[in-house]
């Protein structure tokens, strides 16, 4: 069996590429647009005035990063959908979520549905206990029949007493089918699956399934050893999928295989866990895969939505995807085949010494872009911001392992670089088409780990579900201990991989005042945004600051403290009054524009 899996579906597909569907003034999905590209083709804030910048509007409480379309801005907010005018802040209308079923709302956003000639077009919700929400978007009122959707039925059977279904992200929507993967979690074998499921709107009927660890009869059975499949609800999603209108597909970026660190019962490579995968949207139909770490136990799980881009290469405009990983790796991959684009290798990587596994020999390494992160820590890049740090994470490096890319967690402490908790930044990057550029955030940070053997009744031991003890790698002041920058943000070629300009994301001021150089944040949460005028928007850093950064240069050009840490990422659009808004999310909404 080959260990790079890149399978291509039989047929033609147009070689079309499609951002949006919707209004392109507004944010019409959680990503910005149905490719995740984060992108306003809006241009009216510049390089030239963003400086200008200043609040417009403010409401409370805040919620996920929400969506605008015509004028009408949605969002979760206190266990309530809110619409307000996406011009002024002021309410058009709020709908209590219990009045529809109990449970909180999904933390990542909602979905629009443009609607049919006689079915006026919605917002969907998803909320606790495995329910979808169907809203009118012009009124708010809850749509008869299929109003509310229960997602457990047909799923849930089989599932063992204690455990909820749950998404994890907003639903993808391709004509009249609701697309979602199931949240699994990262321990433990039995319990829910992650299986991608096609719900239409209109009857509430499951219409399609597809298994995410395949059954017998599936493409790609038997890399689970004998039995490893039984039973197994992993691998799941928790990002937004993104959806391909023209060619009719839909991408979801899945997840590790469970238990995360220790496969003694899932020999082979463990498809479809850690890869990115490309169905047929109506019929939930095997087209490809990419995985981007087989056998995973090292926590991998795609942490960022496909995204879609557009590569310009010998003459031909290919549609593409662009999927970071938390090793600090950028695959640009064809969208309609799934083949890499710039070319990847597998590369050897280190073993495990954990009694009954086998780490995979190989993992796949693209050729382009280089590594948004280092790969690897050696006893060189500790931290030297002053001799108190150096000598402490020295001691400590000189008691552990650390092996180059893909050191797993061992039977002794075992430092992981850039670890499950660094890469390439949760909610992914966003792509300029007018500038073929695409902008991403990495952390460069440790974390250092070892398995514990534990009494089974197995005849082999089992191994602890996770890292124990788990513990980042820092300094005695909470620093990171490897080597600065912390924290960076990119700006790369789509066209040829190449990287434009990287410059640090993020400062402490107390290390900035003692003459060390901008470092970066370790503690980075956020996702750029970007726009026609030239500007990279960009939050989530704990200094609490919101950037903007020139497109071109990367040169930061204003920033502002709007009085919390930024989530998610900013959302531009054009309201009503033809002014151009950039709005973040948090405790509040704050709205900014020029004056």
Not at 114 to 138: E, S
Not at 227 to 235: A, F, T
Not at 281 to 310: C, S, V
Not at 560 to 567: A, D, I, K, Q
Request: one cysteine or more.
């Amino acid at each position: 069996m080959k260990p790079v899996a890149v399978f291509v579906a039989a047929g033609l597909l147009a070689l079309a590429v499609v951002i949006s569907a919707q209004a392109p003034t507004g944010w019409p999905a959680a990503a910005g647009d149905l490719g995740a590209t984060k992108y306003s083709p809006v241009d009216q804030i510049t390089p030239a005035n963003v400086t200008k910048l200043a609040q417009a509007w403010t409401y409370q409480p805040g919620g996920p990063s929400p969506i605008v379309i015509d004028n009408l801005m949605y969002f979760v907010a206190g266990g309530n959908v809110v619409a307000l005018n996406a011009d002024s802040g002021t309410e058009a209308w709020k709908f209590k979520l219990s009045d529809a079923t109990a449970g909180g709302a999904v933390r990542r956003g909602m979905t629009y549905w443009p609607g049919l000639p006689d079915h006026a077009p919605r917002v969907l919700v998803t909320v606790g206990g495995g329910r979808l929400v169907q809203l009118d978007a012009k009124t708010g009122k809850l749509v008869g029949g299929a109003g509310v959707i229960d997602l457990e039925n047909g799923i849930m059977d089989a599932i063992p007493g204690g455990e909820a279904y749950a998404i994890a992200s907003p639903v993808a929507v391709y004509k009249s089918l609701a697309i979602f993967p199931g949240r699994t979690g990262e321990h433990n074998r039995w319990g829910i699956p992650g299986d991608l499921r096609g719900f239409d709107l209109l009857t509430g009927k499951e219409v399609w399934r597809f298994h995410t660890v395949p059954q017998p009869g599936d493409p790609n059975f038997g890399t689970w050893g004998q039995n490893g499949w039984q039973n197994r609800k992993g691998p799941g999603s928790w990002q937004p999928l993104t959806v391909d209108n023209v060619n009719g597909l839909v991408f979801v970026a899945l997840g590790n295989a469970v238990d995360q660190n220790y496969g003694n019962s899932r020999p082979g490579a463990n498809l479809y866990s850690a890869s990115v995968v490309a169905l047929d949207a109506a019929t939930g139909k095997y087209r490809w895969h990419f995985q981007t770490a087989h056998h995973d136990i090292y926590d991998g799980d795609l942490n960022a939505p496909p995204m879609f881009a557009e590569v310009n290469r010998n003459g031909q405009r290919i549609p593409a995807i662009v999927q970071g990983t938390k090793t600090g790796l950028l695959f640009f991959l064809n969208r309609l085949t799934g083949e890499p684009i710039f070319g990847v290798e597998e590369r050897p990587v280190p073993p495990t010494d954990a009694l009954g596994d086998a780490a995979w020999p190989t993992q796949p390494f693209p050729l382009k872009p280089e590594p948004i992160t280092r790969l690897s820590m050696t006893r060189a890049e500790v931290s030297k911001i002053s001799p108190m740090a150096e000598k402490y994470c020295t001691d400590i490096y000189d008691q552990a392992v650390q092996m180059g890319p893909y050191t797993p967690y061992g039977m002794v402490p075992s430092i992981s670089f850039p670890s499950s908790t660094g890469g390439a930044s949760n909610n992914g990057g966003a792509f300029d088409p007018g500038r073929g550029l695409v902008f991403a955030t990495a952390r460069n940070v440790a974390t250092i780990g070892q398995l514990s053997a534990m009494l089974s009744s197995d005849v082999l031991p089992s191994f602890g579900k996770t890292k124990m003890p788990f513990e980042f790698y820092v300094d005695l002041d909470g620093y990171p201990c490897n080597a600065p920058p912390w924290a960076e943000l990119f700006g790369i070629n789509a066209n040829t991989g190449d990287t434009v300009w990287r410059v640090p994301l993020g400062e402490y001021k107390e290390l900035t005042a003692k003459g060390i150089p901008k470092t970066g944040t370790a503690s980075n949460s956020g996702a750029p945004s970007a726009t026609a005028g030239g500007l990279v928007f960009i939050g989530g850093t704990s200094d609490g600051q919101f950037r903007a950064f020139d497109s071109m240069t990367g040169k930061e050009l204003w920033s502002t403290s709007p009085g919390f840490n930024v989530s998610g990422y900013a959302v531009s659009y054009k309201g009503a009054n033809g002014k151009q808004y950039v709005v973040i999310s948090g405790p509040s909404l704050i709205a900014y524009a020029l004056p």
